[in-house]
């Protein structure tokens, strides 16, 4: 195994500094399961990974992430944000408590050099702040249907890499994968497309690799 060390970052280029990574989508399209499958390939290949979950009312999601990957990561690594409000606002628009407990975070934990945000499910109308994350990753899936990609809204069309999630029941809800994955590209420009498993893995190391190449982007 491999492992990186900390080092000052570069107030320009971000080198030196976590990969921050945003993971926002509709209520249920896998957000949370998407990270539990990236983070162990995270900490194979010797990255120091947090994660920072937003819900409205609840820190289920932190809770969750912490069970889910015990002995994988420390629970200390993985903080809940309580946002009170609109999920958006908390990313978006104001992302205040999120940088603040970014800040805590790698304060406590300076070797952390992937750092994962979780919006609150939100609607089609959701993105990042580019103070806040790196890298936007907006998550469709099948069981939303095969239509979704043709709605379009800036998290569809303008986020760095769309996901479509739940490849696995594509078959049981209608859903033509093969539609869908077109939609998605013909709507994007050209911009990544990744089609996901998360309980068989399908298609996240391909995601893994293409989050590296934003981290080497920046070097
Ligand atoms: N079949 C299947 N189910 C999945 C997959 N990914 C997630 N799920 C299930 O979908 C449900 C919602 O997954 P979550 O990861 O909680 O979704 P989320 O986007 O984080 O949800 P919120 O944070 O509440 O918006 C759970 O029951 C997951 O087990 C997948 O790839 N295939
Ligand atoms: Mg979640």
């Given at each position: 195994m491999t492992t990186t060390s900390p080092s000052t970052p570069?107030?320009?280029?971000?080198?030196?500094s976590p990969l921050r990574i945003g993971i926002g989508g509709p209520v249920g399209s896998g957000k949370t399961a998407l990270i539990e499958a990236l983070v162990p390939r995270f900490v194979e290949a010797g990255r120091r990974v947090g994660v920072i979950t937003n819900d409205i009312y609840t820190q289920e999601d932190a809770m969750h992430v912490r069970r889910e990957l015990d002995g994988v990561i420390?629970?200390?690594v993985v903080i809940g944000v309580e946002?009170?409000?609109?999920?958006h606002t908390a990313v978006r628009d104001d992302p205040t408590m999120n940088l603040m407990t970014a800040a805590d975070l790698l304060d406590e934990h300076?070797?952390?050099?992937t750092l994962f945000f979780e919006s609150g499910g939100?609607?089609?109308t959701l993105t990042f702040s580019p103070a806040l994350v790196d890298v936007f990753v907006f998550v469709l899936d099948t069981a939303e249907g095969q239509k979704m990609p043709k709605k379009r809204g800036p998290g569809i069309t303008e986020s760095d890499i769309l996901v479509i999630n739940k490849t696995d029941i594509a078959q049981y809800v209608r859903c033509d994968l093969t539609v869908m994955n077109a939609d998605a590209v013909d709507v994007r420009d050209g911009n990544p497309v990744v089609l996901t498993d998360c309980f068989s893995g399908q298609g996240i190391t391909e995601l893994q690799q293409k989050l590296e190449g934003f981290r080497e982007s920046r070097e």
């Open positions: 570069d107030p320009v280029t971000g080198t030196g420390s629970p200390d946002t009170g409000s609109c999920p300076p070797e952390i050099d939100d609607n089609l």
